[in-house]
């Protein structure tokens, strides 16, 4: 997670390696992500996060 000055970014690296482990993002989730593997985030949102939480579990083979 990177902290920036009108956001929070956050990397979920083994998208590199593995694109077929976001293949079932959510609009709004796609929405939020630069490039391959970045989510940029300006506000709070539950739902997404609950979703990138989700994703970030089976990026690395918990759920």
Do not use: W
């Not at 997670?1 to 796609?30: E, Q, W």
Request: with cysteine.
């Amino acid at each position: 997670m990177t902290l920036r000055k009108g956001y929070v970014a956050y990397h979920l690296f083994p998208l590199y390696t593995d694109p077929s482990i976001g293949a079932d993002l959510s609009a709004d989730l796609k929405r939020r992500q630069q490039g391959k593997s970045c989510f940029n985030f300006k506000a709070r949102d539950e739902a997404l996060f609950d979703e990138l939480a989700a994703l970030t579990r089976r990026a690395n083979g918990v759920g």
